[in-house]
């Protein structure tokens, strides 16, 4: 099994107008751990910066622009995922697993196309790995009750400790949320089996 814990820091909340600033990750194969990244770049020419984007990852702009050239990041990305992944084999694809996926899988689209790639989906299946989901599915099975899924609430729940938008230290927490979750999951099915 092949996972990609993956995260991304942005400038906004939209796929179309604004930029990826960070992105780290976790490789995961047959429940090991192969290599983390972590990330930088400016966003392309003409992508909008929003200062509420800007406040939540506690960047300024100078940092920003101090950030390698988006195709440089991308370079080094393509070069790790290839790696892992036969991007030519329709078998051999991370399973992408994060808070929120969706965000983070249509952004690194949006990124690869800007980078001359409409072939993220090369690397990962569509069938994301997310752990707002999980938490929503456990809260309603009443397993607990949170007062919100944010990644920190989520994390705190668990005594995970998390120091919150930065992609490296939230994927590695997701990580966590997320393994913690396949337990209790073993936990219900032996407690079924053994009923």
């Known amino acids: 099994m092949k996972l990609l814990f993956l995260d991304t820091e942005t400038t906004g909340v939209d796929n179309t107008k604004n930029g990826i600033i960070q992105i780290a990750g976790i490789v995961e194969i047959d429940g090991e751990v192969k290599e983390e990244f972590n990330m930088t770049c400016r966003p392309f020419p003409g992508q909008a910066v929003s200062p509420d984007a800007l406040k939540v990852t506690g960047k300024t702009m100078d940092e920003i622009r101090a950030y390698p050239e988006p195709q440089t990041t991308y370079r080094d ?21 994060g808070q929120n996926t969706k965000f983070d899988y249509d952004f690194m689209t949006a990124w690869f196309k800007n980078n001359g790639n409409p072939y993220f989906y ?3 299946a569509y069938h994301l790995i997310d752990v707002i989901q999980a ?4 809260t309603v099975a ?15 729940h668990f005594g ?3 120091k919150a938008h930065d992609a490296m230290n939230d994927i590695r927490a997701t990580r966590e949320i997320f393994y913690r979750y396949v337990d209790l ?3 219900l099915n032996h407690a079924e089996v053994a009923a």
């Open 135 to 138: 938490t929503a599915l456990f």
């Open 185 to 187: 999951l073993k936990q």
């Open 160 to 162: 995970i400790p998390l």
């Open 77 to 97: 990305i393509v070069a790790i995922l290839d790696r892992y992944i036969d991007r030519y084999n329709k078998t051999d694809k991370f399973y992408m697993v």
């Open 122 to 124: 090369a690397y990962v």
């Open 142 to 156: 009443g397993h607990f009750k949170l007062e919100n899924m944010k990644l920190a609430t989520v994390a705190k």
